[in-house]
């Protein structure tokens, strides 16, 4: 009865995506050797930027733009801290949590009040797909989605590509596996880990800003509601792969979805939510499918002169 | 000099981080002088504000302690927050049954209930899945603190925890379970001598345990170099579950005190995120017990004052979120001081040999 709707598959797309964004910015992050657990301050830092340069612009898509270049910057400040400082990277990472948490709270009143953001705020379009839309069943789930979930599908397509087919893909890979021996091959550690940081933080952006002028158009405090650390699990959960985050935050997503349509069934939706955060324990145990992160994950390299 | 260091650095950290705080805040057209100065008035200016910082520290005080222990054992106990939630549940689960026991001794139930439960959250999954198959404590607590607060929440959103009627929350506990507070002088604040000495005794427990104790070398050992343990004959992986555990027995314990001297009962939200400012204060105090006092003063001093300051200088209480993220971020690139000093004793050698060659 309720599979057979397919309003729960539509529900689990839109549901996926501000997973799947993350989990393949945290991809390429520690497939280049920098653990990134600050997704979910990045997606704040997006949602917020997003909705506040839409709302002054006038323009949804200068929004995502300005959404991108600060959570680039922000993972700028978690590479650096990673890469040229050697600090560990979980503190670093949740050092950028709790700031991003604070800091869009504090500008979200501080610049619009306690009232939050203003209600005619553009947000981006939503699309249906012409032909797919019309067929029965199917169709709904590609009817009025928002635009960025078609970007954010090519863009995780394009991603495994890139990491898996591309000549800087496996140097990126290289460079999270064996640094030194990238190194010796005269293969810039650095600038590639830098490159990884950086591509999480303007997916993670994405992600986040999909949830404020995506879906919605505003951000509320704390709007992410721990997305970020959810997207951590489908990376893990997905072995550090584009196409097996994606297929992670399918699942995870349809959980949610699942946690939306059973309310007012008798199934509470707080034990439905517990999936996503028992699968990665699974998955981490090896009990279904053991994951294995890459071998210099976590491990600042210092370059031999 | 390391003495001196290990003082310095998360000073200067908190000072940078300050003056960060200061620019953002004259930026948006405030005075940053008083801004602080509300922060500071609103932490300390009464004895009313300083029983609410107290009160507002013991938890923090209480959960660093466990995280300094599960960083000494080279573990990051990033699910404190969980650990606290389930604490929490449990005692205040203990606290409406057995309401024939007497006071003190179902106050103490209560106390072991949250150490207990605490402790099972974090030593069985990600203690045992860390020491037999490797899965990093980070990604398991972390996971299993979501689970803790949804199934806490769970427990009271209709589940066998909610009290009779609409809202969600749990019944009072036993009015005998509840800590009695001060009658003189901090008498405004919800602080209670038993929540003090819980507090102090936890503080000294842990400095023993991990100074005075053979299981707190055997733990620092495994913390300073586990491959190095092992050949000395130190069961690592029996200590790894251990470490966790405390760490979790900790938190546990902080839910527990919580709910006798404060909160009396669950309530719906589960939003107090002590478990991430406690990692805060347990990397200020260089994890050491007695140093995670200064340190949860001094960030229970920005909770309490952070309120003060939203309603004296009407700048959102956030900002001390801002200065958290900070400080951690800024202790987290420590290693940026000897870098500087190498880069300084170099150029300076640098500069010392170009006349002689």
């Known amino acids: 009865m309720v599979f057979s709707n397919p309003e729960i598959w539509a529900l689990t797309l839109s549901m996926a995506i501000p997973l799947a964004l993350p989990a393949v910015g945290g991809t390429f992050s520690e497939r280049t050797g920098v653990v990134n657990i600050a997704m979910e301050g990045i997606m704040l830092i997006g949602a917020f930027f997003g909705v506040a340069f839409s709302y002054w612009t006038g323009n949804a898509w200068v929004g995502l733009l300005a959404a991108i270049v600060c959570g680039a910057l922000t993972a700028l400040a978690l590479a650096w801290g990673a890469i040229h400082v050697s600090a560990d990277q979980t503190v670093l990472g949740m050092g950028i949590n709790i700031f991003a948490a604070g800091l869009t709270t504090f500008l979200l009143n501080t610049l619009f009040g306690y009232s939050g953001t203003p209600v005619n705020t553009p947000k981006l379009p939503t699309l249906s797909i012409p032909g797919l839309d019309h067929i029965p069943y199917i169709g709904i789930v590609f009817q009025n989605q928002s635009v960025l979930v078609y970007i954010g599908i090519v863009l995780i397509f394009l991603s495994h590509w890139f990491l898996f087919s591309t000549r800087l893909g496996l140097r990126m890979r290289s460079v999270g596996e064996n640094p030194l021996a990238a190194d010796t091959l005269g293969i810039p550690v650095w600038r590639l880990r830098y490159l990884g940081v950086v591509l999480s933080g303007i997916f993670s952006a994405i992600g986040g800003a999909y949830l404020s002028i995506g879906i919605l158009n505003g951000f509320t405090s704390n709007m992410t509601s721990g997305r970020g650390y959810i997207a951590l699990a489908a990376m893990i959960f997905g072995k550090w792969t584009p196409l097996g985050s994606f297929g992670a935050a399918l699942i995870f997503g349809f959980s949610t979805a699942l946690g939306i349509v059973l309310q007012g069934h008798g199934v509470s939706s707080n034990l439905l939510q517990m999936i996503p955060y028992a699968l990665t324990i699974l998955a981490l145990t090896g009990l279904i499918g053991r994951s294995t992160p890459p071998a210099a994950d976590g491990i600042p390299y210092e370059p031999r002169r | ?357």
């Open chain 2, 1 to 357: 000099m390391k003495a001196l260091q290990s003082i310095l650095l998360p000073v200067a950290a908190s000072l940078v981080a300050i003056v960060i705080g200061a620019i953002l805040v004259a930026a948006l057209g405030y005075n940053p002088v008083s801004v602080y100065g509300s922060l500071v008035s609103g932490a300390f200016g009464s004895l009313g504000n300083l029983g609410n910082t107290i009160t507002a520290s013991l938890p923090l005080i209480i959960i660093g302690l466990g995280i300094a222990l599960s960083f000494q054992s080279g573990l990051f106990n990033i699910g404190a927050d969980g650990q606290y939630w389930i604490g929490a549940t449990a005692a205040v689960w203990v606290g409406y049954h057995f309401t024939s026991l007497p006071g003190w001794l179902h106050m103490v139930l209560c106390l072991l209930a949250g150490m207990l439960a605490g402790a099972i959250w974090a030593g069985i999954v990600p203690g045992l899945t860390k020491a037999f198959v490797g899965a990093h404590e980070v990604i398991t607590t972390m996971m299993m603190s979501y689970i803790a607060i949804l199934f806490a929440r769970y427990l009271i959103e209709g589940g066998p925890m909610q009290q009779k009627g609409y809202i969600p929350q749990s019944p009072l506990i036993a009015s005998n379970t509840q800590f009695p507070y001060f009658t003189q002088g901090f008498q405004q604040a919800q602080l209670s001598p038993i929540s003090m000495i819980i507090a102090a005794i936890a503080v000294l427990a842990a400095w023993f345990l991990l100074y005075k104790t053979t299981l707190g070398f055997s733990l620092r050992s495994v913390g300073l170099n586990a491959r190095a343990a092992k050949y000395a004959g130190i069961r690592v992986k029996l200590y790894i579950v251990l470490a966790l555990a405390l760490s979790g027995l900790f938190a546990g314990l902080a839910g527990a005190v919580q709910m006798l001297g404060v909160d009396h009962q669950l309530l719906d939200g589960f939003s107090s995120n002590y478990g991430y400012t406690a990692i805060v204060v347990a990397l200020l105090a260089r994890n050491n017990p007695l140093g995670v006092i200064i340190s949860g003063l001094f960030f229970g001093a920005l909770t309490t004052g952070g309120q003060n300051m939203q309603i004296a200088s009407n700048v959102p209480a956030s900002l001390t979120n801002v200065l958290e993220g900070l400080i951690i971020f800024f202790v987290g690139c420590e290693r940026i001081i000897p870098q500087v000093i190498g880069w300084y004793r170099r150029r300076r050698s640098a500069r010392a040999q170009t006349p002689a060659s």
